[in-house]
């Protein structure tokens, strides 16, 4: 495979290249043959001691990080998860409860089976006695077919078990992941102690987002070295993200890491518009200016910010980034699992400052600027932590329009709303 | 010498009833809506007991201490 720009549409019917992860041109499948054709069979002696230590050692040397969110190293989680007491547990988290995110979906109807191959090595690296998929609905008939298939093939192992994804925005964290199958509350749970230690039916459990797995299937198959002769030295491989917002034709593409930004957005048709920033990660990301952000590398140390969920919404120069901020807030907002204080009382009322700065009220920024330093790190998960990122970026990269706006003035002549927004009954 | 150990706060069960606030201003206070803000880092030795008077009297069971082997990370409260 060659170190191009990866190139992966979501839609049928447009130019397409495969990617290391996404086929060309499918709706669902592949079948199981289909895709033993293109990637061949994970290898044989997967019990063997000898081979699990060096497929550890491959995926640590790899550089693999989860795609989650948290990126964070693949290898140190299945070490923790491999020490753990008593028989382990693997998941596939494909929860996506992130609403600007379709690339977990995406993922699991156009390659179930790199996902559940990936499943399949966790298991066999951790001696698991369970496998169970954490599916997006939409996803869910291809991964069904795929685990059926495997099923009379005789492939894994371990049995998999299919379970259909809790749709909210905290369901998709690891704790919240394990209540859902659990309990059947997708509600996240404190730490300690860790799900390496103590998670689902107090087993040693590995909850692993899907698209991390599929890399892992390739590096089970490929080694390290194939892995990292894409990306950068500081952040191998290619990623899959979702493009929004204003870019012509929005969709899933996998990228090689460290490639400039406009390459990011040119893979969507370009821009349709001048941009005046992009949101990057979810939601619960940040925001970076577009004018210096398009000439960078689409990598964390290349942008400062971390990648996420691998989301890149485009705002255009004539909408408003703080009414924008204002409804991300209030959806974000609206999501908290109503556990912690911090988070029921702190968002909410960071949400109504937001909103007050937005529709050019008097509110006390002052507070705001506080609250959002005060929440960071106070809740039982990151959902507070994320929304503080979130405001805080704005606040920045929105400067100039947040000054406008506390002396009753915006420059946005636009008021389209950019973002998707699956809540409609809290629009502000 | 012994361990050096951090506050924590079990975020789920803490109710905001204030009472570390109360006991311990020196390394608690309370955010604007009632909920306490732990102060990073270990507890020093003089507040030691005062310390474990705080943890024993929450109602809640949420206020711990945790021994913090590397004091200078992020504490979980």
């Given at each position: 495979m060659t170190a191009n720009l990866l190139v992966r549409d979501s839609r049928r019917g447009t130019a397409c290249r495969p990617g290391r992860l996404l086929p060309c041109g499918l709706a669902e499948g592949p079948s199981f043959g289909d895709h033993l054709a293109r990637h061949g069979s994970l290898p044989d002696g997967r019990r063997?001691?000898?081979?699990?230590?060096?497929?550890?050692?491959?995926i640590r040397e790899a550089g693999l990080v989860g795609r989650g969110g948290a990126a964070f190293p693949t290898g140190r989680k299945l070490d923790a998860v491999r020490s753990g007491p008593g028989r382990a547990v693997v998941i596939a988290n494909g929860t996506e409860g992130e609403p600007a995110s379709r690339k977990d979906r995406v993922l699991l109807s156009q390659a179930p089976h790199l996902v559940l191959d990936g499943a399949s090595v966790a298991a066999d690296l951790l001696r698991a006695a369970e496998v169970v998929a954490v599916v997006h609905p939409d996803a869910r008939r291809s991964v069904d077919t795929a685990v059926a298939e495997r099923g009379a093939a005789g492939v894994d192992r371990v049995p998999i078990r299919v379970v259909t994804a809790a749709d909210r925005f905290v369901a998709g964290e690891a704790s919240a992941v394990v209540n859902w199958v659990q309990r059947g509350t997708p509600i996240p749970r404190g730490r300690p102690p860790r799900m390496s230690e103590h998670g689902l039916g107090g087993r040693p459990t590995l909850v692993q987002n899907v698209e991390t797995l599929a890399h892992m299937a390739l590096i089970a198959r490929h080694g390290a070295d194939w892995y990292r002769s894409l990306g950068t030295t500081e952040e191998p491989g290619s990623t899959l993200v979702t493009l929004l917002g204003a870019v012509a034709r929005p969709g899933v593409y996998e990228v090689e890491i460290g490639r400039?930004?406009?390459?990011?957005?040119?893979?969507?048709?370009?821009?349709?518009?001048?941009?005046?920033?992009?949101?990057?990660?979810?939601?619960?990301?940040?925001?970076?200016?577009?004018?210096?952000?398009?000439?960078?590398?689409?990598?964390?140390?290349?942008?400062?910010?971390?990648?996420?969920?691998?989301?890149?919404?485009?705002?255009?120069?004539?909408?408003?980034?703080?009414?924008?901020?204002?409804?991300?807030?209030?959806?974000?907002?609206?999501?908290?699992?109503?556990?912690?204080?911090?988070?029921?009382?702190?968002?909410?009322?960071i949400a109504d400052q937001v909103d007050a700065l937005a529709a050019g009220r008097p509110g006390t920024f002052g507070d705001l600027e506080r609250w959002l330093e005060e929440i960071t790190g106070r809740g039982a998960c990151g959902h507070p932590d994320g929304v503080a990122r979130m405001v805080q970026s704005a606040l920045r990269v929105f400067a100039g329009e947040v000054s406008g706006h506390r002396t009753g003035r915006c420059r946005a002549s636009e008021a389209a709303r950019v973002m998707p927004w699956p809540i409609p009954d809290v629009v502000p | 010498m012994t361990t050096p150990v951090r506050l924590g706060v079990d975020r789920i069960a803490c109710d905001g009833r204030g009472l570390c606030a109360e006991m311990l201003p020196e390394l608690v206070v309370l955010d604007d809506w009632g909920y306490p803000i732990l102060r990073q880092g270990p507890v020093p030795d003089a507040l030691r007991d005062l310390a474990e008077d705080a943890v024993g009297i929450c109602p809640k069971l949420a206020l711990r201490l945790e021994p913090c082997p590397v004091c200078d990370a992020p504490s979980s409260g």
């Open positions: 063997k001691e000898s081979w699990q230590r060096a497929t550890l050692t491959a400039a930004v406009h390459e990011v957005i040119a893979l969507a048709g370009g821009a349709t518009d001048e941009l005046q920033a992009l949101l990057i990660g979810g939601y619960a990301g940040s925001w970076v200016p577009a004018g210096s952000a398009l000439e960078l590398p689409f990598s964390a140390h290349g942008l400062g910010v971390g990648l996420g969920a691998g989301v890149v919404a485009a705002l255009p120069a004539d909408v408003c980034g703080v009414v924008e901020t204002a409804r991300l807030t209030r959806y974000l907002a609206s999501q908290s699992a109503g556990q912690c204080g911090p988070c029921v009382f702190g968002l909410p009322s | -």
